[in-house]
C-alpha cells in the first residue's frame, strides 16, 4: 500500500506579544498597541504591533519615535519575555492535545503533524484548523493562522504567503498545484531568500520562484558555481527544494535536545564603543556567559570565535574570526585571553555597535587534558561551580565582576532579561 | 557555509530556527518531566526471567544487558555477573577489565 500523504500544519501567532498584551488589558481592546523595547537603549523599537496599529501605518522594527510620530495615540507596553514563553508553552500545551508531534519553531510559529490523528476528529484538515484556532483563541486570546500541506516547507510558505493574508487565516497549499499558486510569486518571496539572493536571482534571470523551481537542478548549480564558486551545490539544492516544495524533514517534538553545535552570546550595545578597555569589559562579559552556559551542559569549546560589527550602517566593518585553543575549556579565564587576542588583532580601530562571542567544536568535559604549564586549572574550575551555583540560586547578578561595576559594563543590565529584552 | 546537514533530516528547520534560549531551557525541562515514571511492577515471571538469567550471567560468565530503572531515563547496563548477594539481594557486574558496579536486583526492569 501507498503511504498515505502527511499532513503537516504550520501555526503561526498573529502579533504575538501584542496579542497577549491585548488578552492581559482588555481596556485596550480597540486601542491601537505595541510592545516596544527600552526607548532608553537601542532596542527601543517596536516588537509587535497589533492589527489596529499596523492600520495606522505603524511597522514592526521601527523605532517607537517614529511609530508615536505615526499615532500618538497608541499604547505602547513593555515587553515581557517571560510572560511570552509561558504563553507559547501553553499553546504548545493546546496543540498537543490534537497530536503529540509538535515542534515548536519560534516563539510564535509551531509545526504540527496531524497525519496520525485527523481521523480521530472525522472532518478534513481544514476543519481541524479551525478548531485549534478557536481553541487558542478561547485559551489564550491569541489568533493564530495556519498553512496546510504535505510536508514543512509547503506548510510554511502556505502560512507566510496565503494563510496570513486569508480572512480564515488558514490555507491548503497542495503540492499539484504550486504551478498555477507559489510559482507565480516573485522569488523574494520565496522561504530563505534574503534581499541579497533576491538580487542574485534576477540576475541570474530567475525572477520568479517557479523559474527557480523549474531549472533543473544541474543547470541552477552550474549557474550559482559561476556566482559563487564550486561550494554553492548544497546552496543551489536547497533553494531548487524549497522552490519545488519537496521536504522530508520529519515534525520532530524532540528536536530541541540534541546537543548543541556551538554555545554563543551576542549583544547590541547601548551606545558605539571605541576604546579596546570598553570593548573587552563586554567581552569578559560574553565570556562569562557563553562559559556558564558551557558549564552548566557540560561541555567544553575547543574553538573561540570572537565577532564585532561597526557602528556605522552605512559603510560596513567589523569582523567575525575563530581561533583554536590549545585544549578544550570552559573556564572563562582561559577562553577570555584567545578572544582577547581574536579582538586585539582583528579589531580596525572603528567604534563598535555589537560584540559577541561563542565556542564551538563542543566535547563532553567529563574528561580534560592536563596542562604541565596551567596549574591554576582545578582552582578556577572549583571557583566557577561555586559563582555558578550561587547564579542558578540566585540570579546572574548576584556575582559579578569588578569590571562589570565600570560605566562600560552590561552584566547587570543584561541579568535582568530575556534575548535583550525585559524579562 | 552550508554543509551537506541543511539537507538531511531536520537541519533545514533546524539551522533556520530562532529560538530564545530560555524557551528552549523549558520546552526540555517539561519534555524531560513528562517522562518522569514510576517505577513498574513485575510480574513474578518476569522476576524469575530476570534471576534465571543473571544466575545463568555468573555460572557461565555470560555477558548481559540489564535495563536499570531511573525515574526519567532508564540505564542500561552490559558485563557479567561475578557475584550475587542474596542477602542484600545485590550483584555485582563486571562492565570491562577492572571496571564493575554493584547492582540492587529491585532496581532491574529488564535483562537482555
Redesign the interface.
Known sequence: MKPAKRVVMLADCQSFYASVEKAEHPEYKDRPLVVAGDPERRSGIVLAACPLAKKRGITTAERLGEALAKCPDVVVIKPR??RY?DV??QI?EIYKSYTDLV?????DEQ?LDVTGSLHLYGCTPEELARMIQDHVQDATGVYTRFGISET??LAKTACDNYAKKSASGIYTLPKENLAETLWKLPVNQMF?AGSRMTRHFNVMGLPTIGSVAQTPLPKLKQMMRRKFGK??D??A??YW?IANGI?D??V???????DPKSVGHMMTLPRDYGRLEEIKVVLLELTELVCQ?CRGLGFMGHVVTVGCMGADFDRPTGFSRQMKMEDPSNITNQVYRWACRLLEKYWDGLPIRRVGVSLSQLTPDTEYQLSLFDMGREKSMALERVTDALKRKYGDSIVIRAVSKTEAGQALDRSAK??GHFR | ????K??E??????S?????????A???R??LEEGRKDKPNLDPQEMELIERMLAESFHEHRTISLQLYDEYEDVELTGVVTTVLTQRREIKLALGPGEWEWIKIDEIVSVR
Not at chain 2, 533530516?9 to 533546524?14: D, F, S
Not at chain 2, 533556520?16 to 528552549?24: A, F, G, V, Y
Open positions: 519575555m517571560q514563553i507559547s508553552m504548545t515542534e515548536p519553531y519560534s516563539i509545526f514543512k516547507i530563505m561550494n554553492s548544497i546552496q539544492e536547497l527544494r521536504d524533514s520529519p520532530r517534538p524532540g528536536t530541541h535536545q540534541v552556559r530575556i534575548g | 557555509m552550508t554543509t551537506r541543511k539537507l533530516g531536520n537541519g533545514l528547520w533546524e533556520s530556527r530562532m529560538m530564545l534560549p530560555e524557551h528552549k523549558t520546552i526540555i517539561q519534555q
